[in-house]
């Protein structure tokens, strides 16, 4: 038996508003679409992994989601171009990665980072 993919589900009043975030922000494509679900992914492979944490570390508040980039400066500069909130500003932890929080359309919290 083995975990192949693990996909969160976030509660959405009306999916399509996901588009500019997810699909515009973040470059991911829509793999799926019933109209009341949407599903966005990207073509690169990763493993499964799932965190549980108390904190979202440097005293931040837990994000819904941590999503890593290739290059977490071009994501930051988009969020501030369309005015994105922004709960944590872009920053170099020292665990190594360079990150900051932004706001989706419905309420969560997205940790957007890229490893050092």
């Known amino acids: 038996m083995a975990v192949r993919r693990i996909v969160p589900n976030l509660k959405a009043s009306d999916p399509e508003l996901a588009r500019k975030f997810y699909q ?38 837990l994000p819904s989601l941590s999503i890593e980039v290739d290059d ?26 360079r990150r900051f929080y932004v706001r989706d359309p419905f309420g969560n919290i997205v940790n957007i980072l890229s490893h050092g």
């Open 72 to 97: 977490v400066d071009v994501i930051y500069q988009r969020a501030k171009t369309v005015g994105l909130e922004i709960p944590y500003d872009i920053t170099d932890e020292p665990w190594g990665v």
């Open 24 to 61: 515009e922000l973040l470059d991911l494509d829509v793999v799926m679409d019933h109209g009341w679900i949407l599903t966005f992914a990207s073509d690169v492979t990763s493993r499964p992994e799932v965190s549980v944490a108390s904190e979202g570390g440097s005293g931040t508040p």
